[in-house]
């Protein structure tokens, strides 16, 4: 999942920079523009994720474009 580019609402908002794991679950390193943002890996964060397009959806309930 690592170099995946990730997408709120259509628009693309980073790319995907490690999968690391904190002991109570995965989460991802999301880097987006200078800053970097952690995404829990569950179905209410990540809506969809597709490895033929290398795009991860996130819910833009929780996340801004």
């Known amino acids: 999942m690592v170099k995946l580019k990730v997408y709120v ?3 693309k908002i980073g790319q995907v920079n490690a999968v690391k794991n904190h ?3 995965d989460y991802l390193e999301i ?3 200078k800053s970097e943002i952690l995404v829990p890996i569950n179905n ?7 490895l033929e397009e290398e795009r991860i959806t996130l819910n833009s309930e ?3 474009v």
């Open 44 to 50: 209410h964060h990540i809506l969809k994720i597709d």
């Open 31 to 33: 880097k987006k523009g």
């Open 23 to 25: 002991g109570a679950g």
């Open 9 to 11: 609402s259509e628009k």
């Open 62 to 64: 929780y996340y801004e």
